[in-house]
């Protein structure tokens, strides 16, 4: 990165493409994020866009807070590589001086701001949920321990911070009156790193309703303390049309397959119902379950995350709520019939 | 490169971190602060990072390396990964509290420095560590060594004679197949058919007589920390949910019930 003391002060939003090459939902709450790092250090925000064609870069640009957009488009970013994007928001980054750079949260966007971050030896924040202006600058919040406990972290002056923006966690932005301007970017055909290369790719499809496409997900977590537990949250499933999940750390203990597995390093899903059950809320969970519309919670401890996302929360021991809701549809069915 | 494997095979090192149990954490409710059983276990993935080199070996031929950063009682993670069927170890030591102000890319740096020069075909390690979860240090690892990485790996095949891997990874229920040139590193999601190798007693007798090199950190080559964070505390949240607590289970379960049908979600 080069300095060069005439350039406005800059933050820098790489915005988070799906492989068909649309700007995801992340991107939208990014910008709320990158606005406030603007805000606190006096900088124009500008959002950095890959993708095969300009439609996501345009997506970016119509959102108030935006100051302007680069574009650069290569057949070579879809689908996605670590390697490749790495490689490209360094080159990008490479001719400019940021205030600090914004990577999305997503499974892909944690995978390859860490390569850009050593490229460039710049301290890096996972999974930012809050922004705090201290007046000089700026420091952040993120979680540690499955989500339970958070730090402030504060970057030592020079430094120009990267950080990846825990989904969720910021509001979205608004549409602008005026869309921001849009300037094209080309790389140098050697800037791109291809050394890996994607040979295949297939959808899962699971029988039975997908958990892709449910409406209904009841998903277990450490909190079923073993496998057997998972036959009450298939019973309570079936009984409202629904698909079973399971988090990270219960598919970590060996009770349930990967297959079904929802948080950062497994599906992302979007139901109109998603009951968490014994399920703390790492972020790697709530990173997968951010497109639920409705999450019910049914924890026995009180400090659990996953509460702050819960529209309706039950604190109590799961074996003996999860039955009792069974108990409680049966006899709604043999009422309603 | 240099030092390769006599007859072919994969030279491999696999990273390993030793952490505080995550079954184990709880949090004080006068400090706000997470407290600790003081069981230690080998970061989750990093586990099938081991096995995964190990099967390799075995399939391949080589030889694995284990490799840890932390304070003296880390040296058990190395062990474990040895009685397994590991070769050797490699320890870069320091007390507990130096290590507590490096961040990831510090730490990427102490395990890129010694692991360069070796001529690893393969380095292999876990997606994340459970317990600061920052998903950092593999591939800043990478980048520091000019390797190409794949992450969320479940299986993969090598074939020594192209020197390639044919690699299959599971991203947001999209299944890839993935190949990649050696030499590369590769952060692993699951074991193998989701086994984990288990120490037996006569190989936690032979860990003991495998090679381990420990290497002392010197703090002083540590440069000045780029970042700070402050003791993690349970952050106080406003709340709009709904929330039944205190509340018998039966009466519970009516509520809720009854708050799903309102919604129309059931």
Not at chain 1, 95 to 116: H, Q
Not at chain 1, 120 to 129: K, L, Q, Y
Not at chain 2, 14 to 40: E, H
């Amino acid at each position: 990165m080069s300095a060069n003391a005439s350039e406005q002060r800059a933050v820098y939003l790489v915005a988070d493409v799906a492989d068909d090459g649309t700007l995801r939902p992340l991107s939208v709450e990014m910008v709320s994020a990158g606005r406030a790092v603007a805000d606190a250090t006096g900088s124009e925000l500008v959002g950095v866009v890959l993708s095969s064609d300009e439609r996501a870069a345009a997506s970016l640009a119509a959102l108030a807070g935006v100051d302007r957009v680069l574009a650069a488009t290569d057949d070579a970013f879809l689908p996605w590589t670590a390697v490749t994007w790495a490689s490209a928001v360094a080159a990008i980054l490479a001719e400019r001086t940021p205030v600090a750079v914004l990577f999305p949260g997503s499974i892909s966007g944690r995978d390859y701001a860490p390569r850009v971050a050593a490229r460039f030896g710049a301290p890096m924040a996972s999974d930012i949920s809050a922004v705090v202006a201290t007046g000089d600058g700026f420091a952040v919040r993120r979680p540690v321990y499955g989500g339970r406990v958070e730090t402030t972290v504060s970057f030592a002056s020079g430094t120009t911070p990267f950080m990846t923006v825990r989904p969720g966690a910021f509001a979205k932005a608004t549409p602008a009156a005026s869309p921001a301007p849009v300037e094209v970017v080309t790389l140098a055909a050697d800037a791109l790193d291809r050394r890996v290369r994607v040979l295949e790719v297939r959808e899962h499809k699971p029988s039975g309703p997908s958990l892709t496409e449910a409406k209904r997900i009841v998903s277990g977590g450490r909190g079923l303390q073993g496998a057997d537990a998972f036959a009450m949250l298939r019973e309570l499933a079936d009984l409202i049309d629904g698909a079973v999940g399971a988090s990270g750390a219960a598919v970590g203990q060996g009770w349930q397959s990967h297959e079904i597995q929802v948080g950062s390093t497994g599906h992302s899903v979007s139901p109109e119902l998603y009951l968490a059950v014994g399920i703390s809320g790492a972020p790697q969970h709530l990173v997968g379950m951010q497109g639920a519309e409705y999450v019910v919670a049914i924890n026995r401890d009180p400090a659990a995350p996953i509460f702050d996302v819960a529209a309706f929360g039950v604190v109590g021991d799961l074996f003996e709520v999860v039955p009792a809701l069974i108990a409680e549809f049966r006899s709604g069915d043999a009422a309603g019939s | 490169m240099s030092e390769r494997v006599a007859g072919g095979g994969l030279k491999m090192a696999a990273l390993v971190k030793y952490i505080p149990d995550p079954n184990g954490i709880g949090i004080d409710p006068a400090s706000r602060g997470p407290v600790f059983s003081g069981t230690m276990a080998v970061n989750t993935y990093d586990t099938y990072a081991v096995a995964e080199a190990i099967e390799l070996k075995e399939r391949y031929g080589g030889e694995v390396t284990v490799v840890t950063v932390g304070p003296a009682t880390a040296r058990e993670a190395i062990l474990r990964g040895l009685a397994t069927g590991a070769d050797r170890g490699i320890h870069l030591q320091a007390e507990a509290d130096v290590l507590a102000t490096l961040d990831s890319l510090a730490l990427a740096r102490l395990i890129a420095n010694r692991l360069h020069g070796e001529s690893f075909d393969l380095i292999l390690a876990g997606q994340q560590s459970e317990d600061l979860e920052t998903g950092q240090v593999g591939p800043a690892v990478a980048a520091l060594l000019d390797l190409p990485h794949v992450s969320l790996v479940t299986s993969l095949e090598a074939d020594t004679e192209a020197r390639t891997l044919r690699i299959r990874r599971d991203s947001e229920g999209r299944k890839q197949v993935i190949g990649v040139d050696l030499p590369a590193m590769l952060l692993m999601l699951t074991g193998r058919d989701g086994e984990q190798r288990h120490p037996t007693l006569k190989g936690m007798i032979q860990a003991k007589r495998k090679p381990l090199d420990v290497v002392e950190v010197d703090p002083a080559g540590l440069g000045e920390p780029v970042m700070t964070w402050s003791d993690p505390v349970a952050p106080v949240r406003e709340r709009e949910a709904i929330i039944v607590d205190g509340v018998p289970a039966p009466e519970a379960a009516k509520a809720l019930a009854a708050w799903l049908r309102e919604k129309h979600l059931v």
